[in-house]
């Protein structure tokens, strides 16, 4: 369930393609900028752009680019900046080559705490993540999948290369005999603290959520932890952290997202770089979920929390798009 | 380049399909088969089906099940027998299907010597392998990979979930820097024999066809030896074969396919297994190309060799895939 809030009439494309090029003009034409022009140009993006489903955003590029012999997106680009930039341009993106491009970033300076490609491997269809892919091909001229398996190490190597290359079977069906003996087989590998075993990888990797969500409550029915629990044996382990992630963005994945929201906000100056990719990633998907989520475990709106931590132009943005106020 | 032959004037997809099903009729009707009858039959599904693009069949079988009820593919498989039926089969079925029925097949019954999923992933195209993987989500309610990672073991297993699992990038653009530092890598670890390094297995599942042609050009420049003379230095050794196997389906797949095609013929009893796999894979892709393989390495043409050891429909429905005679 999105967040995202398109008006009930929603001008044509060349409508907003237009009203858009006529603020940025407007504003070259100022040469001392005035605080007045600055904020109608970026309350017109606002009430624009974050009110748009992904497809009117591709159809006001598309006919921008074709009008005016210009990308939206480098115009945009030229007349934004800092945290407002980084919000606008990535929501305006397609979902697809959104994610091909954080993705991107994110094989450039890999760190291990720096999971968004387990993210993306792991909250996306199969067929939202194939798009990624054919993304990725398009825009770098490689594979999403060479680039992770070249700028990887050892055990991450190992786990997120899979991970990246899964089309997992998307449909209900589930096989409670298979889903029991691989409760079996996570369970004796963890117990033993192989937590980079090939079964565990293979198990995590391939298989379906729904049959991976089968053997997950037949390991906690019949071995009396969830297995984060269990996966929890030494906190301070950053691999085991990220399995962990990986078996919450693949069931529960709002949790997973309220989590990052939570970190990125609670921390001394606020992580804007995770903030802005968790809302402008899953406005249009699942941030009503989130937003419970968040709700729950922190007693306070999320709306309330950003907020408080962000300001102006970048905080009307992110508020907009979480579905705060009117359309 | 393809060599199976289609009619200037092809009719009507309802039309073959009522040619079909009124010789399934009149064949059923003879109560004591008479030779005539059952021969009458074979060459009019040889003169139908071995002589349709996998769009016209397509079309026929969809036809055929609207006007009959009945799926043509069931239909011919009551009236058919022995290798002359799998060959028809096989080639009835749209391309991606046919091959995710050789995958699931191949998983079933898995040893090292069976290498279809390695033929599979290596010597079709990106989308052609990723049509594959929609077909086996539709018919097996599972995925491709998940099925190769959980039947298969040890080194095998290593090798073929990444390739199974591989969506390359299919442009030209070739990185000459990465070529080079990369058949450094492959040359290191092939003359230490670490086979199963990690490295070598990423090369080979990652990059695309362009590229991993550029590292092995650099490979034969560079070190003296193209990279599967070097892979020959145990040559009993199962995986060093499959390895060379995977350079070979991945940069020259007729040559590959040559030397199926050579060890189904010369071998005591030959592999119709085998030879019919590659007739019908082939028939539409580049049996051209494996023809003028086969008769560089073999003096003989690919046509007197298959004529030689087969017989019957079977022979003339090979035949017909491969071009021989008039459409």
């Known amino acids: 369930m999105a967040t995202l809030k398109v008006p009930v009439h929603v001008p044509s494309p ?127 001229k490689k594979s999403l999948e060479e680039d992770v398996a070249h700028h990887t190490t050892g055990e991450y190597c190992k786990l997120l290369v899979p991970l990246v290359s899964a089309f997992r079977y998307e449909g209900e069906e589930v096989n409670m005999t298979l889903a029991k003996s691989e409760a079996k087989i996570l369970h004796d ?24 969500n089968a053997t997950l409550n037949h390991y906690n029915t019949s071995f009396g932890n969830a297995i984060n629990k269990d996966l929890k044996a030494d906190p301070s382990d950053e691999f085991l952290k990220l399995l962990r992630a990986v078996i919450k963005c693949l069931t529960t994945p709002e949790q997973y997202f309220e989590k990052v929201l939570r970190q990125a906000i609670n921390k001394l100056g606020s992580d804007e770089w995770a903030l802005t990719r968790v809302v402008t990633t899953r406005a249009e998907v699942d941030m009503v979920r989130i937003k419970e989520a968040y709700q729950r475990r922190n007693s306070i709106p999320l709306e309330q929390a950003i907020a408080k931590d962000t300001s102006g132009d970048y905080e009307k943005f992110l508020l907009a798009l979480i579905g705060a106020g009117d359309a």
């Open 14 to 140: 060349s409508d907003d393609a237009e009203q858009l090029r006529k603020a940025f003009e407007g504003f070259l034409e100022v040469v001392h900028l005035e605080m007045d022009s600055r904020s109608d140009l970026s309350q017109l993006i606002i009430d624009i752009l974050a009110h748009r489903n992904a497809a009117q955003r591709n159809s006001i590029r598309k006919v921008y680019g074709e009008a005016y012999g210009e990308d939206l997106l480098k115009c945009l680009e030229k007349e934004l900046t800092s945290d407002f930039e980084r919000a606008v341009l990535l929501f305006t993106l397609d979902p697809a080559e959104r994610d091909a491009h954080l993705a991107n970033e994110a094989t450039k300076k890999f760190t291990s705490s720096n999971w968004i490609l387990m993210e993306i491997a792991c909250s996306r269809s199969s067929h939202e993540l194939l798009n990624v892919k054919k993304a990725y091909h398009a825009s770098y």
């Open 189 to 212: 590998k963890i117990s033993d603290k192989h937590y980079t075993d090939d079964e565990v990888i293979r198990i995590v990797s391939t298989r379906s959520k729904a049959q991976l």
